[in-house]
């Protein structure tokens, strides 16, 4: 088979410059609607009388309506005749008289009309793919109908996978085998069938169909028809393409033998057909009127025609040397009429342009005839074009040379570098070029790539390019060239300018990112900026080295300092939006893949990108852009600030994709951010090998992933988190983080929030890598199986744990797990409560009371048994480089990490300074105590030694607590107050 069983829903591809137009029905039966949807249950059809409660049944549908008739709405998705697990051949979806079935609807819309549908956009695919090794297993028939008559229609499909080499009429037809039946089938793609007999569809027993805007491409028939046979059959066909398909006889058509009447073939278009004994485009014993039609490169080997009755062909182009036919007004080339190796769209030189009947018109709707067709083409395309319809099933739209690549909107560069500007053309050459800049001709700029060294600011202007072919000229649309003399440039919405102020400011950010001079800045007012103003989902802004991105600007400034404040982790997020939402609005699966997208740019630190919001990307493609909804860095290592990543969605990293990349993150809010794809994960980062991702002050909030790291997923490479909040996000596995392989990962003064996982790890999964967790907070995170951490070996790998001076709480028992022996969790300094295990070290402490200040708070309380409760040979450093004892110099809140010299257990220390003894003594000697005084009512007061209240002494302290060696000796008449 050619792929999976189950998984065949993104299996299949439409393939080949042949595309479907849509007709709508002029009938509409809305009364008797049934909706199917491949996502839906395989519920009772006869309640599927809607979107919102549509069935997988897609057989079960078309039953339902056997009585009443109707309509089967059925939306993008694949589609088996038999339901997993059964693999019976000889089960194929039937259809009936008086049902439609309308395929192309969005199966994500539950408000989809019939004008929502879009076959050749949402892809329905009738599958006899239901086996497991290759074609021998697959169903005889992908569809069959018997007795059917012009009420039963089939109308926006793809038919596949059909293998009719079974016995009796199991030999025919693979994808549709009809008998006695004239169905309607509009709009169908019949691709990679195969039968003894009509590999795609077979006829048989006087039947009748009408096909319009079909294609029939890669079907094989071990005997007759490899795309189409008739036995004892007519057949009507317009605007219907046979490519690629093979016979031993007949390889698009075999028209066997008619009953009483003939096929007539229609602006259709045979080539690269392949007949191995007789017949590459037709081989027929019957009668064939053939008009309007293309007949090219279909003999390989065997005759095109291959005709024992009568073929008549008139206004039809034919290959050189083709025989078998008989009638007027034909004609015969020696080269291709079309403009590709890959598709039947003519080219404008082409000999069928203009070129059939004279009589031939278009009406609204059937009877159709030679001279009257309908409106349209095989591509939805107009049927006239030029006064006079081609030949063929795709009318010809454009000129006979076509530009196809050429720079739009503004090419800019900065002053002093070279122009470049190149256009590509298609059609009959050769071809001459001329250049032009403001309508005056450039002098030697004779070539399709224009050429400007050394710019100066006087080269800015407008230029377009004059393309000369064989039959015409073609202009390029206009190219606007700017060379930019300025060190920074300004961009706003519906600026028209050249940038060099506000007031003069540009509109299109990209331009003025491509501007922009070394060591440059682009400052960006308020305003959303999309990547393309089209629908490229391709489309997305790229960074550059040495030019920096500003955004949140009102569009006054002249200062930096001027600026709003914007930093998102603070609430304080741009005004500047870069958005992906380039479709409907109500959808994101027209959105540009990346927002922001730096493919192998080499991007390093100079390039910054400073005061933006990044949303609505959709990175969930199955080729190249499968990570990065919000942003996507491949070997590219830019500085990310005061940015909040939103409602982006990918495969695999849906805020931000990492791979081969050393970003260096500061005070980013990554927010609501999806990851869709099982296997891995990352709901707002997903990093990627050999990089060393650097995070400071980046808060994870409400990010989701199918698999692993709702948060962050880091595999095989590096990262440093500090100062980080990971809170609300969920997973299957490692609801904050998930880590996965031997680099190291550190995560320092970052708290861990009430995180999720529906599996393993709900703040942390660590598969077979090495984690550091020194000075951080966890609280109230959940999972089945470690509920604050998963910590488990792979193979010969172990995953190592280090966590030190954290603070632990609120998990429930089993909060910790080690899946076995060779998998270490080392942790010293700690504090957590009585149900959390797996932390054994005499420095760890286990309280019963919260720590905290308050619920859900995780600043600590005044009498937190955490405060300078951690490693006492911890100190702070400035040089980045963080460790077990080499602290960042401030705590979460950006407050002093060690306070009252020794630091706390957590991610944030208590600021009080706490008065503590250094010997033992009596309270009212000031030696004693670290403040070098007598502690006041206003202290906090740790006794760490014993001390002796004086006979009649009143003593004074805030709050008290003792460690493990303070005590505290009273005397006659003394007293201790505690409190203001």
């Not at 069983?5 to 709508?24: D, E, H, I, S």
């Not at 997993?84 to 008086?98: E, H, I, K």
């Not at 990112?513 to 489309?539: E, F, K, L, M």
């Not at 060690?898 to 009596?922: C, H, L, P, R």
Request: hydrophobic share 35%; glycine share 12%.
């Amino acid at each position: 088979m050619n792929f999976a069983r189950f998984p065949k829903r993104n299996a299949f591809r439409w393939v080949g410059a042949v595309g479907l137009c849509l007709l709508l029905t002029t009938l509409t039966l809305a009364q008797n609607i049934r909706y199917v949807n491949a996502l839906a249950s395989y519920a009772n059809p006869a309640s599927a009388t809607s979107w919102a409660t549509a069935t997988s049944n897609l057989q079960g549908a078309i039953n339902s309506l056997s009585a009443t008739g109707g309509q089967v709405w059925v939306a993008d998705g694949v589609y088996f005749p038999v339901p997993a697990p059964s693999f019976d051949r000889s089960v194929s979806f039937t259809l009936l008289n008086g049902v439609e079935l309308y395929g192309g609807f969005p199966n994500n819309n539950p408000g989809a009309t019939m004008s929502d549908r879009q076959p050749f956009r949402w892809r329905t695919i009738l599958s006899g793919d239901i086996g497991a090794i290759d074609v021998v297993d697959n169903s005889y028939h992908v569809l069959t109908g018997v007795g059917l008559n012009n009420t039963a229609v089939l109308d926006g499909f793809a038919i596949a996978g059909g293998s009719a080499d079974g016995p009796g009429t199991d030999r025919f037809g693979g994808g549709l085998y009809i008998r006695n039946s004239s169905p309607i089938v509009r709009n169908c793609r019949f691709r990679n069938n195969s039968a003894t007999s009509g590999g795609g569809l077979n006829n048989d027993d006087k039947s009748n169909p009408l096909l319009i805007n079909c294609a029939f491409e890669n079907n094989r028939a071990a005997n007759v028809g490899g795309g189409m046979a008739n036995t004892v059959s007519n057949a009507t066909l317009i605007n219907c393409s046979f490519v690629n398909n093979t016979a031993s006889a007949g390889a698009g058509l075999a028209n066997n033998s008619n009953n009483g009447g003939s096929t007539q073939l229609t602006n259709c278009t045979f080539w690269a057909n392949v007949g191995f004994a007789i017949g590459g485009a037709i081989s027929n014993s019957g009668t064939v009127g053939l008009s309007n039609s293309i007949l090219w490169n279909n003999n390989r080997g065997a005759t095109a025609i291959g005709n024992s009755g009568t073929l008549v062909a008139t206004y039809c182009l034919i290959e050189n040397g083709a025989t078998g036919y008989t009638g007027t007004n034909n004609l015969t080339a020696t080269v291709s009429p079309f403009a590709s190796t890959s598709g039947v769209a003519l080219n404008g030189c082409s000999l069928a342009v203009n070129a059939a009947n004279p009589a031939s018109t278009t009406v609204n709707s059937p009877p159709y005839s030679a001279t009257a067709l309908p409106t349209t083409d095989l591509l939805g395309n107009p049927r006239f074009s030029d006064g006079r319809i081609d030949m063929g099933a795709i009318e010809y739209q454009g000129p006979s040379v076509v530009i196809t690549s050429q720079p739009s909107g503004v090419l800019a560069a900065c002053q002093g570098t070279t122009v470049t500007a190149a256009v590509s053309v298609s059609g009959v050459g050769p071809f001459a070029y001329q250049w032009f800049r403001n309508g005056t001709v450039v002098s030697g700029a004779t070539s399709a790539t224009l050429s400007v060294p050394n710019a100066q600011s006087t080269a800015s202007g407008t230029y377009s390019l004059s393309v000369t072919g064989a039959c015409l000229s073609v202009t390029t649309i206009p190219i606007n060239v700017l060379v930019n003399p300025f060190s920074r440039l300004y961009i706003k919405p519906g600026g028209t300018g050249n940038g060099s102020s506000w007031n003069t400011a540009l509109s299109d950010l990209q331009v003025g990112i491509n501007a922009s001079c070394p060591n440059g800045q682009v400052w960006v007012a308020a305003g959303t900026y999309r990547p393309t103003s089209g629908h490229d989902r391709t489309a997305s802004f790229s960074l550059r080295n040495q030019v920096s991105l500003l955004g949140g600007f009102v569009g006054t400034e002249t200062l930096l300092s001027q600026r709003p404040p914007v930093n998102p982790v603070n609430a304080q997020p741009s005004s500047s939006t870069l958005s992906g939402e380039i479709g409907d609005p109500n959808s994101l699966t027209d959105n540009s893949y990346n927002v922001v997208r730096n493919n192998t740019d080499w991007l390093d630190n100079t390039a910054v990108l400073d005061g933006f919001v990044i949303t609505s990307g959709n990175g969930s493609s199955d080729t190249d852009f499968i990570g990065g909804g919000g942003m996507y860095n491949l070997v590219s290592n830019p500085v990310v600030q005061n940015c909040l990543f939103a409602n982006n969605i990918s495969n695999l990293g849906g805020g931000l994709y990492n791979s081969s990349a050393n970003p260096v993150l500061t005070n980013c809010l990554f927010r609501a951010n999806r990851a869709t794809k099982a296997a891995y994960g990352g709901g707002g980062i997903y990093n990627y090998g050999g990089n060393q991702a650097t995070m400071t002050n980046c808060v994870f909030l409400s990010n989701t992933a199918v698999g692993g790291g709702g948060g962050v997923y880091n595999t095989l490479g590096s990262s440093q988190c500090v100062g980080c909040w990971l809170q609300d996000n969920q997973a299957a596995e490692g609801g904050g983080f998930y880590q996965y392989g031997v680099p190291t990962t550190k995560f320092v003064n970052s708290v861990f929030l009430n995180n999720r996982a529906t599996s393993n790890g709900g703040a942390i999964y660590n598969q077979y890598g090495q984690i550091q967790l020194i000075n951080s907070t966890f609280l109230s995170n959940s999972a089945t199986v470690g509920r604050w951490l998963s910590n488990t070996s792979e193979g010969d790998s172990n995953g190592q744990a280090l966590v030190v001076n954290c603070l632990i709480w609120g998990h429930a028992p089993g909060s910790v797990y080690v899946s076995d022996a060779t998998s270490t969790i080392t942790s010293s300094y700690c504090l957590f409560d009585p149900s959390t295990n797996g932390l054994n070290s005499p420095t760890n402490l286990t309280a019963v009371g919260s720590p905290f200040a308050s619920t859900g708070s995780v600043v600590l309380s005044a009498n937190s048994p955490a405060i300078n409760a951690g490693n006492p040979a911890s100190v702070t450093t400035n040089d980045g480089l963080y460790s077990a004892t080499s602290l960042p110099p401030t705590d979460f809140l950006g407050n002093p990490r060690i306070v009252s010299g020794q630091v706390d257990i957590g991610a944030i220390e208590y600021q009080q300074v706490i008065a503590f003894t250094v010997k033992t003594g009596s309270w009212d000697d000031p030696t004693v105590w670290s403040v070098n005084r007598v502690p006041t009512a206003a202290d906090a007061v740790e006794l760490r030694h014993m001390v002796s209240l004086p006979p009649s002494y009143t003593a004074q302290a805030g709050s008290l607590r003792y460690k493990a060696t303070g005590r505290l000796k009273t005397s006659a008449e003394s007293l201790l107050r505690i409190g203001l």
